[in-house]
């Protein structure tokens, strides 16, 4: 099971990466210490370090440059509320491999880790993810039913891909609004419901099924 280190000192926010990433099958570590964060990250016992810029103790962009000081590896991902692009292009010069900009919905971070790994793992997870006649390949953002490629936003592939990574396993509304819609999504909302039923009419009505008073699960 791959290990990551969250460096976040919002607690709201680095329980919503936490709780998301736990349910995407990786383990997790949390600091909101940026010394505590660079002690951790030398360790070798983690995969890839999610990594706030604004921490106490040490800032984001001095823990990268002592990691890579050292000749560190680690696939590192930014996470930040500053986007300029004087930030971004610090970030990334510094030897982050990645740059993701706070509000961010947690559907664009776990793609961004998955491609991550990908590149580590020299491409051993497949780019197409298949159940029944439903395939999508997370690197074109193609879908396809049987023979027939459908057309999705962005949202729709995002809900059809957290749908199909846990073919069979019923997800609740709230689930799929957090991990979808981001951490500010708002519980009352009916979105999902609204956003299963545009899959539905594109993808076929039997494919996703209700259960009631609980949520949706992928069938087939």
Same mark, same amino acid.
Do not use: C
């Given at each position: 099971?791959?290990?990551?280190?969250? /460096?976040?000192?919002?607690?709201?926010?680095?329980?919503?990466?936490?709780?998301?990433?736990?349910?995407?099958?990786?383990?997790?570590?949390?600091?909101?210490?940026?010394?505590?964060?660079?002690?951790?990250?030398?360790?070798?016992?983690?995969?890839?370090?999610?990594?706030?810029?604004?921490?106490?103790?040490?800032?984001?962009?001095?823990?990268?440059? /002592?990691?890579?000081?050292?000749?560190?590896?680690?696939?590192?991902?930014?996470?930040?509320?500053?986007?300029?692009?004087?930030?971004?292009?610090?970030?990334?010069?510094?030897?982050?491999?990645?740059?993701?900009?706070?509000?961010?919905?947690?559907?664009?971070?776990?793609?961004?880790?998955?491609?991550?790994?990908?590149?580590?793992?020299?491409?051993?997870?497949?780019?197409?993810?298949?159940?029944?006649?439903?395939?999508?390949?997370?690197?074109?953002?193609?879908?396809?039913?049987?023979?027939?490629?459908?057309?999705?936003?962005?949202?729709?592939?995002?809900?059809?891909?957290?749908?199909?990574?846990?073919?069979?396993?019923?997800?609740?509304?709230?689930?799929?609004?957090?991990?979808?819609?981001?951490?500010?999504?708002?519980?009352?909302?009916?979105? /999902?419901?609204?956003?299963?039923?545009?899959?539905?009419?594109?993808?076929?009505?039997?494919?996703?099924?209700?259960?009631?008073?609980?949520?949706?699960?992928?069938?087939?």
């Amino acid at each position: 099971m791959a290990s990551i280190l969250i /460096a976040e000192d919002e607690a709201r926010i680095s329980r919503f990466i936490e709780k998301g990433l736990r349910a995407a099958g990786f383990a997790t570590q949390v600091t909101g210490n940026g010394s505590e964060a660079l002690a951790l990250a030398q360790t070798d016992e983690f995969d890839l370090l999610l990594l706030d810029v604004n921490l106490p103790g040490m800032d984001g962009f001095a823990v990268l440059e /002592a990691l890579r000081g050292t000749g560190s590896r680690l696939p590192i991902i930014i996470l930040t509320a500053r986007v300029e692009v004087q930030d971004t292009v610090a970030g990334l010069e510094g030897g982050a491999d990645d740059y993701l900009g706070k509000p961010f919905r947690f559907d664009e971070l776990l793609a961004r880790i998955r491609l991550r790994m990908r590149r580590d793992e020299a491409g051993t997870e497949s780019t197409v993810l298949q159940h029944g006649p439903l395939s999508l390949d997370i690197r074109t953002r193609q879908a396809r039913v049987g023979d027939h490629a459908v057309e999705l936003s962005a949202r729709e592939f995002a809900l059809a891909e957290e749908f199909i990574r846990n073919a069979g396993q019923v997800l609740s509304r709230e689930q799929l609004l957090s991990r979808v819609w981001g951490y500010d999504f708002d519980p009352g909302s009916n979105v /999902a419901d609204v956003y299963v039923g545009y899959l539905r009419h594109k993808l076929g009505s039997n494919l996703i099924e209700t259960v009631r008073g609980v949520g949706y699960r992928l069938s087939g």
